[in-house]
């Protein structure tokens, strides 16, 4: 890990939006790889934006709460916006 770490380098760039990255790394055969994102653009896909929003909650609220306090907060909580599988997958009942 250590050199890994020393491998990397992180800069902030003045003016870009607060939730968005960019990854490049530099191959040993030369090639150079990017991808950028900006988490704070919403997906045009709900079911997608439910899917993560969900499980978003799920990795903060469940190490800090009893077990399945999360799940039931969850199955109370409306699910218009998630996808019928991933209701169906909580045991919620979704919203056509």
Do not use: Y
């Not at 990795?59 to 169906?88: F, G, I, K, Y």
């Amino acid at each position: 890990m250590v050199r890994l770490r020393e491998k990397l380098a992180l800069d902030f760039h003045d003016g870009w939006p607060q939730a968005a990255a960019e990854l490049e790394v530099a191959l040993v055969d030369g090639r150079v790889l990017k991808a950028t994102h900006d988490a704070g653009i919403p997906s045009a896909d709900i079911a997608a934006q439910g899917e993560r929003l969900a499980a978003k909650f799920d990795a903060l609220a469940e190490p800090r709460s009893a077990p399945h306090a999360a799940a039931n907060c969850a199955r109370r909580s409306s699910v218009s916006t998630v996808s019928p599988t991933l209701a169906r997958s909580r045991g919620l009942r979704p919203t056509d």
